[in-house]
């Protein structure tokens, strides 16, 4: 037969269950020791990523929302300067559109004294003017 059961049967599977011990102490307690070992580095790992990645959202989102703020600040102090800026040139535009009017003003008057001064004289030139063509026709020969 092939199979028989005789005492190298027995001492076969002490024999075996030696090994299997041996080999649970000295092979798989250690490796599966160093698995779990692994295993919870890589979920630190993986843990740490995850929160690495969440702050570094954060930080994008916290950027954008500066840069968004910083771009209303500017816009509103640009529009602020522009208004101010438009504000000085109206209020320059009316001063030399004043002292326009005041020169234009005073230039009519000055004219209007030397039109009613000319005017004022007027007869006594046109009557001087007169008595001078007079006495220049009676001056001539008679032709």
Known sequence: ??????????????????????????????????????????????????????????????????????????????AKARAEASNETAKLAAGYAERVHSTIDEAQREVAQELDAARAGEERLVAALSDLMVERALSEPLR
């Open 1 to 78: 037969m092939f199979l028989s059961l005789d005492g190298t049967f027995f001492v076969q599977l002490l024999n075996f269950a030696i090994f299997l011990a041996v080999l649970n102490i000295v092979f798989l307690r250690p490796v599966g020791r160093a698995i779990v070992k692994r295993r919870e580095y890589i979920n630190s790992v993986v843990a740490d990523y995850d929160t690495y990645q969440a702050k570094a959202k954060a930080l994008r989102d916290n950027d954008a929302r500066l840069r968004a703020e910083a771009r209303r600040e500017a816009e509103h102090a640009i």
